[in-house]
């Protein structure tokens, strides 16, 4: 079970698509499993369990009035808590054939955070792919998918404050995001629904490049 950050999201182009490590699919994924597949949602996630264990090390700050003593000390966090870990990129695949093609295209907007469940691979299951370039190859899983839901609002709350560079507007996770930092994440009970999101207020790479 993963937090997932939704990066991308519509039709893609089967001819040369690569797995979420950049390495080429098998003949058979791509002719049988992909073939009436090509609408791909593209997430950047984190074990449940992983977050779970870690969310009580994070202190909540107040946005109105964040110093540059604890955006160090968040940066910091940050660091200690996941610099030293990969964290994947998730690859859902759906087509018209698939149950819940058109719930899934109707809930999934790009910049929303959601829970995503992941079982074992199967025949008649929307494929998921897991992995990333810095990971070895026999850390690839291929499963299928069980839930893509809006996480928790208190969740997402967490989620936003943990991750948001509002906090670290001076940090460096290893490349130029470019644009400007994210807004501030709503108060519990205040803003959009969970998983309405219809633009993207994080950073992405924040999830992959923390430490690095």
């Known amino acids: 079970m993963y937090y997932v950050f939704v990066e991308e999201a519509g039709p893609i182009n089967p001819e040369g698509i690569l797995r979420p490590d950049e390495r080429p699919f098998d003949d058979n994924i791509i002719n049988e499993t992909l073939r009436d597949r090509s609408w791909r949602v593209r997430a950047s996630g984190i074990k449940v369990k992983?977050?779970?264990?870690?969310?009580?090390?994070?202190?909540?700050?107040?946005?109105?009035?964040?110093?540059?003593?604890q955006r160090g000390q968040r940066k910091a966090h940050l660091n200690e808590v996941f610099g030293g870990a990969?964290?994947?990129?998730?690859?859902t695949y759906i087509g018209p054939k698939d149950e819940g093609y058109q719930y899934y295209r109707n809930i999934i907007n790009l910049g929303a955070w959601y829970v995503l469940f992941v079982g074992q691979t199967s025949d008649i299951e929307i494929p998921i792919f897991i992995g990333?370039?810095?990971?070895?190859?026999?850390?690839?899983?291929?499963?299928?998918?069980?839930?893509?839901?809006?996480v928790p609002l208190p969740i997402e709350y967490q989620l936003r404050d943990i991750f948001s560079l509002v906090h670290i507007?001076?940090?460096?996770f290893g490349e130029d995001t470019g644009g400007s930092p994210e807004?501030?994440?709503?108060?519990p009970g205040v803003g959009p629904e969970p998983g309405r999101s219809e633009q993207p207020d994080l950073d992405p790479s924040t999830l992959r490049n923390v430490g690095r």
Do not use: K, M
């Open 86 to 91: 990969t964290l994947p990129i998730l690859d």
């Open 132 to 150: 990333s370039p810095e990971l070895s190859a026999d850390l690839y899983i291929q499963g299928s998918l069980l839930l893509f839901d809006a």
């Open 50 to 69: 992983e977050f779970n264990q870690n969310v009580s090390r994070f202190d909540v700050l107040d946005h109105d009035n964040v110093t540059d003593d």
């Open 183 to 187: 807004p501030l994440p709503p108060e």
């Open 169 to 172: 507007p001076d940090a460096d």
